[in-house]
């Protein structure tokens, strides 16, 4: 079953590898490879070379060979072979790197376009910290898993088979044999205790994946933590992770410890058997004094990249794991499937809601068969009391959801036909909790037309009224509004998020409880501003506050998912009924 879902995780990811579009990629991989070959072509000749070198030594010092010639060309063979191995190793490295580091781009990509297109509920659902480790070590692992198991786990393999034919051809067939047993008991014993090991480092992945969540979001609510004068618990809750991972990595280090020294052991064993056996070679004449040294050269060439075995193979592993729980996030689909129709070219802009039903659970249904027309160029504003299903009209509107039952159309078209980007492009929304991102006020207005122009995002803030107090700054338009915006006032947030709507010059307008988070005298100046920039324009206004409805063609009043009145804001007055209701116990704030 876990080599299925490896196999699967490696078949996602070989079109990164081998992409059908970049031939200039695939022949970087091919030469990669060629150089791969020729990098263990020359480290295989290598320890020949020092033998032959040692043999033209020990003749010399007999007088066999008084000429240095033979001696001297051996000893800068055994050089240039070492450099060419290196060499070839680090061509095979610049070659393979734009490859690795564009498979990782076009991942990274993929991964952010994905989590994009996933539903507002997905998003609702995640923790921001551990899918951001998911991601971060998806990525990672891809480029471990490319660098170790194609460059150096199977040509290390490569060369223990080779060293063994070379080893049987010149010495006999138990050398041979002896070094591939000690390599198999050599890597039984490290995947062995590997396992082992995972055991440890996945508890480790765990409390590593509490400890960014708890400091994330403990950072996220610094202020709401201060209101509750909870630091001392936020403390608590990260020590016990912190705790964790201390264990598992402190038991993670003993069987590394562990893992090393059997390693050695083992290794060390087989050399020195070997290196005994040259020595009875050598007394009895089956072997030079070249033929002890290749002998131990070959053994030390393998125990190199054998000795990393264990953490190799574990961080294979876990590089599989990674990107496992990192492609996992492509399996999951988004809730809606986008399609390609997109709204004609028009001034008009005319919503209607036609018998829509949704719920979010089925045992508990939030909109009910609820129909209604915003006109073109007509406000029209939905109020009702607390979890009437207020902002899931929104949700719906802008298609976060599909309704359950019925339809809404955007002139005349049913918007399950139209993208999401095109119907999208026509909206223009200022919500109830403005977050802004952490960067300039410039970059925040101007994120509803990037190519905007300077001049444009100043017209913006204008027609927002907050021009002046971005002016009066000692940075302006530059200043910094911190994380989510938070340097920021209520007001002066959702100020941004009007000239932000303002630059985007949408047709049709959409306030979702837009003031309800202000004081009395904020939300006045605000609604000035709504009013300026909605005239004429379709809006559909969203309202806790009456006085938000009041101005508006048609006021929808909403409760628990149905519409019970309809009419303007004396017509609903003079019926006495749940708007008239609420206005009186709102009368007081609106007065005041």
């Not at 020949?48 to 033979?70: Q, R």
């Not at 069987?255 to 083992?266: F, K």
């Not at 309800?516 to 559909?540: C, G, V, Y």
Request: no cysteine.
């Amino acid at each position: 079953m876990q080599n299925t879902k490896y196999f699967k995780t490696f078949k996602l990811l070989i079109p990164y590898l081998w992409p059908d579009k970049r031939k200039d990629l695939k022949l970087r991989v091919s030469f990669a490879i060629i150089a791969l070959i020729l990098a263990k072509v020359a480290s295989v000749s290598t320890p020949l070379v020092l033998g032959a070198s040692v043999n033209s030594l020990t003749e010399l010092s007999s007088g066999i060979n008084l000429f240095m010639l033979v001696p001297v060309a051996l000893i800068i063979g055994y050089g240039a072979t070492q450099i060419i191995s290196f060499a070839f190793v680090q061509v095979r490295d610049g070659l393979f790197s734009k490859v690795s580091q564009h498979s990782i781009r076009q991942v990274s990509l993929t991964m952010f376009k994905h989590l994009h297109n996933l539903s507002l509920q997905f998003h609702l659902n995640r923790q921001t910290g551990a899918l951001a480790k998911f991601i971060d070590r998806g990525t990672k692992g891809i480029d471990f898993l490319l660098r170790y198991v194609l460059f150096n786990v199977v040509p290390t393999f490569f060369e223990i088979f080779l060293v063994s034919g070379i080893l049987f051809f010149l010495y006999g067939p138990w050398y041979a044999v002896i070094t591939l047993t000690t390599i198999s008991l050599y890597s039984y014993l490290t995947f062995t205790i590997t396992e082992w090991r995972n055991v440890f480092r996945k508890r480790m992945n765990q409390a590593d994946n509490d400890i960014s969540t708890k400091i994330i979001d403990s950072l996220l609510n610094y202020e709401t933590v201060k209101y509750f004068n909870n630091e001392s618990f936020e403390f608590k809750r990260l020590d016990e992770s912190l705790e964790n991972y201390e264990s598992a990595a402190n038991k993670t280090r003993h069987a590394l410890s562990l893992l090393n020294i059997s390693q050695t052991i083992i290794i060390m064993t087989g050399i020195t058997v070997m290196l005994v056996m040259s020595a009875y070679g050598i007394k009895n004449g089956d072997i030079d004094v070249g033929g002890f040294v290749v002998i131990n050269a070959y053994m030390l060439q393998l125990y190199q990249p054998l000795n990393f075995l264990g953490s190799v193979y574990r961080e294979i592993r876990q590089s599989l794991t990674d990107m496992e729980n990192m492609f996992s996030l492509l399996e999951v689909k988004p809730s809606i499937q986008e399609v390609n129709e997109k709204i004609p070219e028009g001034n008009t802009a005319e919503i209607k809601f036609d018998q829509v039903s949704f719920d979010y659970d089925v045992r508990r249904t939030i909109i009910k068969n609820i129909s209604f027309t915003v006109p073109d160029g007509k406000k029209v504003a939905i109020v009702g009391p607390t979890g009437a299903g207020k902002s899931t009209i929104s949700r719906l509107l802008f298609k976060f959801y599909e309704p359950k039952s019925g339809s809404i159309f955007i002139n005349g078209m049913n918007i399950n036909t139209i993208s999401q980007q095109s119907l999208r492009e026509i909206i223009g929304v200022v919500p109830q909790d403005t977050v802004l991102f952490n960067d300039t006020i410039h970059y925040n207005i101007s994120y509803g037309n990037p190519s905007a122009s300077e001049e444009e995002v100043i017209s913006a803030a204008k027609n927002a009224d907050i021009h002046d107090f971005i002016s009066s700054l000692p940075d302006g338009y530059q200043t910094i509004v911190g994380e989510r915006g938070l340097k920021l006032s209520g007001g002066e947030k959702q100020r941004v998020a009007i000239a932000r709507t303002i630059l985007k010059n949408p047709k049709i307008f959409f306030f979702d409880e837009a003031t309800s988070a202000l004081d009395t005298s904020t939300e006045k100046e605000i609604q000035k501003n709504l009013e300026n920039i909605s005239r004429n324009k379709t809006t559909l206004i969203i309202a806790h506050r009456l006085s938000t409805a009041a101005n508006a063609d048609q006021i929808i009043v909403l409760n628990q998912g149905e519409i019970i009145e309809q009419g303007t804001h004396e017509s609903l007055l003079s019926q006495k009924g749940k708007y008239f209701e609420m206005w009186e116990k709102q009368k007081p704030t609106i007065s005041h």
